[in-house]
Nanobody, 125 residues
Framework: QVQLVESGGGLVQAGASLRLSCAAS????????MGWFRQVPGKEREFVAG????????YYENSVKGRFTISRDNAKSTVYLQMVSLKPEDTAVYYC??????????????????WGQGTQVTVSS
């Protein structure tokens, strides 16, 4: 079955960097766009970054542009989120997700049909 397993979260100070990984299995990875979302308690899960099947196109939420970079390694069925210059407001549980189809928006949570269990990122000030 489809599995997405995130790793790489942790507790860091403001200004630090982290790289999240999401290992995928149970489907043909290079046929799907992938995305990263994040959620804090009491708020909706929000889009962070997305990447097309080939990696040729990437998309970012405005507050992370220039600080976060999404990438993928199709040979390893893994998608990454490199985060630099982290801020306390980046604190959240980060989830990776599989995008349903090429015609839907990367920014829309409803475009994704499979989710990982999440990894906690905590940025202290």
């Amino acid at each position: 079955q489809v599995q997405l397993v995130e790793s790489g979260g942790g507790l860091v100070q403001a200004g630090a960097s982290l790289r999240l990984s999401c290992a995928a299995s149970g489907f043909t990875f290079n046929r799907y766009g992938m995305g990263w979302f994040r959620q804090v308690p009491g708020k909706e899960r929000e889009f962070v970054a997305g990447i097309m099947q080939s990696g040729a196109g990437t998309y970012y939420e405005n507050s992370v542009k220039g600080r976060f970079t999404i990438s993928r390694d199709n040979a390893k069925s893994t998608v990454y989120l490199q985060m630099v210059s982290l801020k306390p407001e980046d604190t959240a549980v980060y989830y990776c997700a599989r995008k349903i189809s090429t015609g839907s928006s990367f920014y829309n949570r409803g475009s994704y049909d499979a989710w990982g269990q999440g990894t906690q990122v905590t940025v202290s000030s």
